[in-house]
């Protein structure tokens, strides 16, 4: 009768520990990869003598709003104009994304850049729906600061 009841509990034990998966934990780069990403809100600080923030948001013409990025898993980045193109624009070009060990910092080379070298911007927030990044400039007589909230579509 012992023996049953252990070979029962070593069943019972084992099939509640089979039936526990461990969660996928997300990296940053997951949440990242394979949505088109639309900025959705950006200001930008100025300070030095005075300090002030506009909504470049607000500034940005309606061609501009619709552009979108999406990240691929072979680190390369489509830079989109949407559907409401801009003068003198390209509908598509691509770019190269990457983001540091520590997922705080993502890098990007974009065609706007020159190709040439990558612009770094600190993660501020990424869930599976929102980006925001943070670019800090820091000239002899202010520093500009830049946030830049997206959404995924």
Request: net charge negative; proline share 2%.
């Amino acid at each position: 009768m012992q023996r049953s009841s252990l070979i029962a509990l070593s069943l019972l034990l084992s099939g509640a520990l089979g039936a526990c998966k461990k969660d996928k934990t997300e990296t940053k780069q997951d949440l990242l990869v394979g949505k088109d990403w639309q900025v959705a809100a950006a200001t930008v600080t100025y300070a030095g003598a005075q300090t002030s923030t506009k909504d470049a948001y607000a500034e940005m013409n309606a061609c501009e709003k619709d552009n979108y990025l999406r990240f691929k898993s072979d680190k390369t980045l489509e830079v989109n104009e949407g559907k409401n193109l801009c003068p003198d624009s390209e509908q598509m070009a691509m770019g190269t994304w990457d983001i540091n060990a520590d997922q705080t910092k993502l890098y990007l080379n974009t065609p706007e850049l020159g190709n040439s070298a990558a612009a770094q911007s600190d993660i501020i927030e990424l869930t599976s729906s929102k980006l925001v990044l943070k670019n800090v400039v820091v000239q002899p007589d202010e520093t500009i600061t830049s946030v830049t909230t997206f959404s995924a579509k």
